[in-house]
């Protein structure tokens, strides 16, 4: 079956830009997951989807990132205003849910903010 | 805090070697644990993990890990390394309490060569 799908696989934002992240997470998994990968580090959680449900949005760095997941299926990450520290790569992962699942992840989209 | 350690950037072996990539973890409560690889410009694959049971895991293309409560170590090994084993590793556990969150190490590089 299909794995995880990222869009855009790229983005060059000039700073003050908004955007906005796709993912198409594994069907029926009820778990989704943002994460960021700055450059030569592991990857840092953002926020979490039960469902259409965030249960947890500790990791987003600012209130100019906002992550929405409104049929429990595809989310969106929109990070408005950018700044040049948002450059990074953002990945999705979905899990079919339960403690210690397997996370799947997508390609990831890099973000370049001008 | 919660926290995941790869304590090599980068990891050197001869073709047909063996190998091992080191991981040490600090959670709370009995851990689970992952071993991801990363390649150039794709998002991360699942090889292993450690939920409960029997330490040694055996995962994909040959790799293995084994769990050592007492030495609080997750490390990756693999009998006889070859050239397309090349990519960035990340070590990751799941955080208790964080809706299977996990928290990354900054990963470590492998380069067989031959």
């Known amino acids: 079956g299909a794995g995880v799908s990222q869009s855009p696989r790229y983005k060059v934002a000039k700073r003050g830009q908004d955007v906005a992240l796709r993912c198409d997470p594994i069907?029926?998994?009820?778990?989704l997951f943002w994460y960021q990968q700055a450059l030569g580090q592991g990857p840092e959680f953002l926020t979490y989807?039960?469902?259409?449900?965030?249960?947890?949005k500790s990791g987003l760095p600012s209130d100019r990132f906002f992550a929405e997941r409104p049929e429990g299926s595809v989310s969106t990450l929109k990070i408005q205003r950018t700044q040049q520290e948002d450059s990074a790569v953002y990945l999705c992962?979905?899990?079919?849910?339960?403690?210690?699942?397997?996370?799947?992840f997508g390609p990831g989209t890099r973000l370049l903010v001008l | 805090a919660q926290s995941v350690a790869q304590p090599e950037d980068q990891v050197n072996v001869a073709e047909g070697n063996p190998l091992t990539v080191k991981c040490t973890y600090s959670v709370s409560g009995n851990p689970y644990l992952f071993w991801y690889v990363q390649y150039p410009n794709r998002g991360l694959q699942f090889l292993l993990k450690y939920i409960t049971g029997d330490n040694l895991v055996k995962g994909s293309y040959g790799f293995e890990a084994e769990f050592n409560k007492s030495q609080t170590s997750f490390h990756l090994k693999k009998p006889s390394a070859l050239v397309s084993d090349s990519a960035l590793y990340f070590c990751?556990?799941?955080?208790?309490?964080?809706?299977?969150?996990?928290?990354f190490g900054a990963g470590t590089r492998l380069a067989v060569h031959p």
């Open positions: 992962a979905s899990s079919s849910g339960g403690r210690g699942e397997t996370q799947y």
């Open positions: 989807f039960q469902n259409e449900a965030q249960l947890d």
């Open positions: 069907s029926g998994h009820v778990s």
């Open positions: 990751a556990s799941g955080v208790s309490g964080g809706y299977n969150k996990l928290i």
